[in-house]
């Protein structure tokens, strides 16, 4: 079985749902929190926009180290900014999707905090775990929506929002 076609299409129906969730981004909402340990509603976001560009890290590295600072969050202030953010990782993360061959979905790739191994998939899997994490991340963010009376929209059917009773 062919999986990059799978990947591929994946990655542009989940983009497509979470460009209406971020179209919906709400002003004056950045620093909303449900809870202390909550994420702020702006970093949630730029998250889900940014693991987007996920498959490209993961397609041209072998692991990614926190402790080295391998990862840095983007810090965004704007819905626009959020939105050409979702734009450009989406562009990134399909182009390396498109410039590969299943065998590059073979290696190991890393998840660590230094010695310590966070989690071991093939390339594969860890582009799948990062597709696993959109959806996470969007249906807290979905969450947030629904606490702030906005409007949620629906990810794979029409959510309450959007349907007439």
Do not use: C
């Amino acid at each position: 079985m062919q999986t990059l076609p799978n990947l591929k299409r994946e990655l542009k129906q989940e983009y497509e749902t979470t460009k209406r969730f971020i179209d919906s981004f709400p002003d004056g909402k950045n620093d909303y929190a449900p809870h202390e340990k909550s994420m702020k509603m702006m970093p949630l976001a730029t998250h889900i926009a940014e693991v987007f560009a996920w498959p490209a890290m993961i397609l041209n590295t072998s692991e990614v180290d926190f402790a080295k600072g391998d990862y840095q969050p983007t810090i965004l202030n704007s819905k626009e900014e959020l939105q050409k953010k979702l734009e450009d990782d989406y562009n990134a993360g399909k182009e390396a999707l498109e410039n590969v061959d299943e065998s590059a979905l073979d290696p190991k790739w890393t998840m660590r905090m230094g010695d310590q191994v966070l989690a071991e998939w093939s390339k594969y899997g860890a582009i799948r775990h990062s597709l696993d994490q959109i959806t996470h991340h969007r249906a807290q963010l979905g969450v947030y929506y629904r606490l702030n009376d906005i409007p949620v929209p629906g990810s794979y059917g029409p959510s309450a929002d959007e349907q007439s009773f």
